[in-house]
Protein backbone atom coordinates (compact mmCIF):
# COMPACT_ATOMS: atom_id res chain seq x y z
CA UNK A 1 0.00 0.00 0.00
CA UNK A 2 2.94 2.42 0.74
CA UNK A 3 4.22 2.27 -2.61
CA UNK A 4 1.15 2.91 -4.59
CA UNK A 5 1.18 6.20 -2.35
CA UNK A 6 4.24 6.98 -3.01
CA UNK A 7 3.93 6.40 -6.83
CA UNK A 8 0.83 8.37 -6.76
CA UNK A 9 2.30 11.32 -5.21
CA UNK A 10 5.09 10.77 -8.15
CA UNK A 11 2.91 10.61 -10.94
CA UNK A 12 0.78 13.48 -9.66
CA UNK A 13 4.16 15.63 -9.30
CA UNK A 14 4.70 14.86 -12.84
CA UNK A 15 1.49 15.93 -13.99
CA UNK A 16 1.93 18.93 -12.11
CA UNK A 17 5.37 20.02 -13.46
CA UNK A 18 4.09 18.99 -17.35
CA UNK A 19 0.88 20.63 -17.04
CA UNK A 20 -0.25 24.27 -16.17
CA UNK A 21 -3.44 23.49 -16.04
CA UNK A 22 -2.97 20.75 -13.33
CA UNK A 23 -0.99 23.32 -11.27
CA UNK A 24 -3.12 22.78 -8.72
CA UNK A 25 -1.49 18.99 -8.09
CA UNK A 26 1.07 20.22 -6.59
CA UNK A 27 -0.67 20.56 -3.37
CA UNK A 28 -1.27 16.93 -3.18
CA UNK A 29 2.20 15.44 -4.08
CA UNK A 30 4.81 15.35 -1.25
CA UNK A 31 7.49 15.52 -3.85
CA UNK A 32 6.66 19.34 -4.33
CA UNK A 33 6.69 20.08 -1.00
CA UNK A 34 10.08 20.25 -0.63
CA UNK A 35 11.68 21.50 -3.55
CA UNK A 36 15.59 22.69 -3.15
CA UNK A 37 15.62 25.30 -6.28
CA UNK A 38 12.43 26.89 -5.14
CA UNK A 39 13.51 26.99 -1.15
CA UNK A 40 16.93 28.13 -2.79
CA UNK A 41 15.19 31.01 -4.98
CA UNK A 42 12.06 32.30 -3.12
CA UNK A 43 12.17 30.73 0.92
CA UNK A 44 10.49 28.05 1.84
CA UNK A 45 6.81 28.52 1.51
CA UNK A 46 4.19 28.62 4.45
CA UNK A 47 1.91 26.57 3.04
CA UNK A 48 3.59 23.45 2.27
CA UNK A 49 3.38 22.83 6.37
CA UNK A 50 0.11 24.17 6.57
CA UNK A 51 -1.02 21.53 4.29
CA UNK A 52 0.96 18.94 6.36
CA UNK A 53 -0.47 19.48 9.72
CA UNK A 54 -3.95 19.69 7.99
CA UNK A 55 -2.94 15.68 6.35
CA UNK A 56 -1.32 14.76 9.59
CA UNK A 57 -4.50 15.50 11.68
CA UNK A 58 -7.07 14.42 9.08
CA UNK A 59 -5.21 11.06 8.74
CA UNK A 60 -5.07 10.57 12.87
CA UNK A 61 -8.92 11.25 13.22
CA UNK A 62 -9.14 8.41 10.75
CA UNK A 63 -6.87 5.79 12.15
CA UNK A 64 -8.57 6.66 15.38
CA UNK A 65 -11.97 6.22 13.88
CA UNK A 66 -11.05 2.92 11.84
CA UNK A 67 -9.68 1.50 15.22
CA UNK A 68 -12.19 1.69 17.08
CA UNK A 69 -14.41 -0.08 14.99
CA UNK A 70 -12.04 -3.05 14.92
CA UNK A 71 -13.21 -6.38 16.91
CA UNK A 72 -10.43 -5.79 19.71
CA UNK A 73 -10.34 -6.04 23.41
CA UNK A 74 -8.07 -4.05 25.00
Known amino acids: ASSGVLLTMFML ?4 DIS ?3 DFLKYF ?7 ARLILKEGYPFTYPIISVLF ?12 KKRDMRM
Not at 13 to 16: F, H, N, T
Not at 29 to 35: A, G, L, Q, R
Request: charged share 15%; proline share 0%.
Open 29 to 35: SFFEFFD
Open 20 to 22: EKA
Open 13 to 16: SIIA
Open 56 to 67: VVVFICLTYIFY
